[in-house]
Structures are given as C-alpha cells and as structure tokens.
C-alpha cells in the first residue's frame, strides 16, 4: 500500500513521466481518501502553471501593475 | 490597444526591468554572470534587430524570453564537460524527511491545505517576489533540475544527458525541488492572511 510520501513523489512523477497503471490506481485510491495528497496533485498543477509563465516572462512587475491600477482607477 | 514596440524599446524603463529580469533569469540557469550577460545581450539584440514586428509588450517579453531560452539551452548543452552531477544532496533535505511520520504518513500540521484561487495570484507581483524568493532558497543542484525541466521545458533524456544523472536520480531530484517549493509557496503565501475558518 502507498503511503503519503510514496504518493507525492507519483504524483511529482506524473509531471515527467507516463506512470504505469497500477500507479494510476493506487494514486486514484490514496487521494480519494487523503485530503492532503489530494491538495499536493493539486498544488504540483498550480506550480507547473507558474513555472511556464515564469519562463516566458508572463509575471508583472510591480512596476507595471502599479501602472495598470493607475490606469484602472 | 495601440502600444507601439518601437516606442517599448525605447523606453529605457521598460528596457532595463525587461533586461533585469532576463539577467536574473539567466543567472538562475546558468551559475555563471558573465555567460548569463552574454545571453542576455545577444536575445536583446536579436529583439531590438526585429522590433518593428512586434505590438505589445508582452509580445516582445515572450519573444525576448524565448531566444533567452534557446541560448541558454545551447551554453548548457556546451556544458558537457560540466562537472559530474554529484550524488545526491541528502543532508540537506533532512528537513523535507520532516515533513512525513516514519510510516510516511504527513504530520499533521505539515498537511497540505487547498489553496484559494491560486491562479488570480499569478496576476499578482507580489506572488511572484514570493515565487523568486522561494525559487533562490532551492539548493543548486534542484534549483538546476527544476529550470531545465519546468522554464527551459527540456524531457527527461536531455537533462540526464546534460548532467549525467539517471531518470530515477532526475525524479528524485525533481520530487524534493517540488516539494520544497510547494511548501515555501504555502507558508510564505497561501496561508500568509488567511484566517482558519
């Protein structure tokens, strides 16, 4: 049985490689029932996203979002 | 919708923040001022060469931004010679093996929470301060592993290629970056404000 280490690292996995099916359902099983593992998939999708806006200088600036609120004001 | 790139370029405000973010971001990838200034140099020239194409700022940011990654890619590769991914840096995550009970179960004050609206931070500069602060605190070795696979977007092939590592020392490498960062996100953002309900 997987527990929440074992679960979060699939889970870190699953961003860089095709995990078998058997990790798929163990995966499916434990965050069904484990808020925190639940969160954790979550959360990897969330840095991801960043990540790829990071790269492509996709992040305002203070300086520029400061100049937009002026302008939305 | 009419800013003018030409006008963009010029602006020396928005050339020297785009030109600190480019070198910041270099040097993150590239341990290396002087290689890093290079790269900058030559992806802001190629840009200032084909302005005119381009219509709005962040068109010239993503631009920019991807001939930055292209060069950066290329000095890596010319790395080779690049000292031997060294084994792996346990002692220094002693502090993520915190994190789990001995039966690898969370502890209970180190749980994950659902993060609120996650993605309207990302509008949010001061999200991102947080992001870089908690980015610069990831050892070298994950900080490398996690830039290559997640900005530069290179698969596992190259990476291991590039350092000399195997694809069990790369997840691994990748698990403990992601995890640490992931925790740094939610105690220095997420639950930063945020009152227990």
């Known amino acids: ?73 | 919708m009419n800013p003018d790139s030409q006008a963009d370029l010029a602006d020396p405000v928005f050339l020297s923040s785009l030109r600190s973010q480019m070198l910041k971001f270099a040097i993150l990838h590239l341990q290396d001022d002087s290689a890093a200034e290079d790269a900058v140099q030559e992806a802001l020239a190629g840009a200032l060469k084909n302005a005119r194409s381009f219509e709005q700022r962040s068109a010239i940011k993503t631009w920019v931004f991807g001939i930055l990654k292209n060069k950066i890619t290329d000095t890596l590769r010319q790395r080779q010679r690049e000292a031997a991914f060294s084994s792996l840096d346990a002692d220094s995550d002693a502090d993520l093996e915190a994190l789990f009970t001995k039966r690898g179960h969370w502890q209970r004050h180190e749980r994950p929470v659902a993060w609120a609206q996650p993605l309207e931070d990302l509008h949010s500069a001061q999200f991102w301060l947080v992001f870089e602060a908690c980015l610069h605190g990831l050892p070298d070795q994950q900080a490398r592993v996690f830039t290559m696979r997640e900005f530069l977007e290179m698969d596992s092939v190259e990476i291991c290629d590039v350092l000399k590592m195997t694809t069990s020392n790369l997840h691994v490498v990748l698990y403990r970056a992601r995890l640490r960062l992931r925790e740094c996100l939610e105690n220095t953002w997420f639950l930063e404000g945020e009152k227990p309900c």
């Open chain 1, 1 to 73: 049985m997987l527990n929440c280490r074992g679960v979060t690292q699939l889970l870190s996995e699953s961003l860089d490689r095709e995990l078998s099916l058997s990790d798929r359902m163990n995966l499916k099983i434990h965050v069904m029932m484990c808020s925190g593992c639940r969160n954790f998939g979550r959360h990897m999708k969330v840095l991801r996203e960043a990540s790829s806006r990071y790269a492509v200088g996709e992040v305002p600036t203070q300086e520029e979002q400061s100049r937009t609120g002026e302008r939305n004001a």
